[in-house]
């Protein structure tokens, strides 16, 4: 009969299984309370899963072996399971400790009226965080795969939300669900923006920052036509080379505008080769002369060709654009081109001669300086 008589450590671990739910509510609890991602959840939920898994740790622990490849599965689904329930990682972690914390507690209490020597109580917690180490990888492995699949779907569910927005495609009832799902403000402010990426040069970084948050939000970004595009609360512009262009600000239910003005003012960019971010500030009338290439072509017929195609031709319309540019201040332009004056008289002179044009009349000012814009655009290499 002795033969048959249980070891000291089948005794400890014994009344560690027999107080297995004792030690899981008081490891939910805990965990409710101290980590948002479990107070979220019913104790009943979190239990379950809880105690088989210290069940298998502890069945582990007497048998003195390795977690099996079944009970490695087990862990790994508790971790997919968390995963899918919104509990971060770390905050399963911190509730594994709470959980090891109490089994300790448990196998020290039973050692202690067992009156088992140190020396089986230090092998056992040896063993445990032996245990404790290969499941922390089962269920780091389930978790981050869980994650990688949500953020993959979340990034293309933002995506596919982000281009039906800029596009105009999404019904008013349709807009205020996906607004309320991503915690935007209908009646907020955004900008659309869109860019044209060469393969050799990185993706420029649009940022968005987001109310009642410290943490930047992610942007809202997609592709279109192959061009990066997205809308941002609020922008922020870095110096860069690459055409960024920002349609004006609006409504969530009128960014599609904001969108195809972007577009025309990215198109606008490349026809003038203007680098930077860029908005309707910076281009002013470019937009329409980009558009327009007809009335361009023959304003430029009527006020340029004239002209030649000379050499004092050119310096002719440089000198009647920086005119034009400067407020038509006759000094001004004079500083700008390092010349005198009288010389710039002189030139516009000629300019009015030439052509027979009147540059002190606002319309024909406006024409000409169409037709040379329209010029530079597409005499541009």
């Known amino acids: 009969m002795s033969a048959h008589r249980p070891t000291a450590k089948q005794r ?19 965990a409710r309370a101290e980590m948002p991602g479990y107070a979220e959840l019913s104790a009943v939920t979190i239990a379950r899963s809880t105690e088989t898994i210290l069940t298998r740790l502890a069945h582990a622990l007497l048998d003195a072996h390795p977690l099996t490849p079944d009970d490695l599965a087990a862990i790994r689904d508790f971790g997919e399971t968390r995963a899918h329930q919104g509990i971060s990682l770390a905050e399963i972690q911190n509730g594994w400790r709470i959980a090891i914390r109490e089994i300790l507690a448990e196998l020290t209490a ?26 922390t990888i089962a269920y780091s492995a389930g978790h981050r795969d869980v994650e990688i699949a949500l953020a993959r779907n979340d990034e293309q569910f933002r995506a596919d939300f982000t281009r039906a927005l800029l596009l105009g495609t999404l019904s008013p009832a349709d807009l205020q669900v996906r607004a309320q799902q991503f915690e935007l403000d209908p009646e907020g402010e955004y900008c659309a923006y869109r860019a044209r ?3 050799d040069e990185p993706t420029p970084v649009v940022s968005q920052r987001k109310k009642r948050s410290v943490q930047p939000s992610r942007p809202f970004t997609t592709t279109i036509d192959g061009d ?24 969530l239910a009128d960014l599609d505008r904001s ?19 860029l908005d309707l500030d910076h281009v002013g009338l470019l937009p329409a002369i980009a558009a327009d290439t007809d009335l361009g072509a023959e304003l430029a017929r009527r006020y340029l060709d004239p002209l030649g195609h000379t050499e004092t031709a050119q310096t002719l319309i440089a000198t009647t654009a920086c005119f034009l540019d400067t407020g038509m201040r006759v ?21 009015e001669e030439l ?22 655009a597409t005499s541009h290499d």
């Open 197 to 199: 990426i060469p393969a």
């Open 228 to 251: 990066l595009a997205g809308f941002v609360e609020i922008t922020r512009r870095t110096e860069t080379p690459t055409p960024i262009a920002y349609g004006p600000p609006t409504r």
């Open 331 to 351: 000094d001004t332009t004079a500083d700008r081109l390092v010349v005198h004056p009288n010389t710039v008289r002189y030139r516009l002179s000629r300019f």
């Open 259 to 277: 969108f195809r003005l972007a577009t025309r003012i990215l198109t606008t960019a490349q026809l003038f080769d203007l680098p930077g971010p």
């Open 110 to 135: 039973a050692a202690r009226a067992a009156k088992t020597a140190d020396r089986l109580l230090l092998d056992m917690t040896t063993d445990l965080l032996d245990l404790v180490d290969q499941a």
């Open 355 to 376: 052509t027979a044009t009147n540059l002190r009349s606002a319309g024909t000012a406006l024409q000409i300086w169409w037709a040379i814009q329209y010029r530079r």
């Open 12 to 30: 400890m671990i014994g009344r560690v299984l027999d107080r297995l739910p004792e030690v899981t509510a008081r490891v939910v609890a805990r």
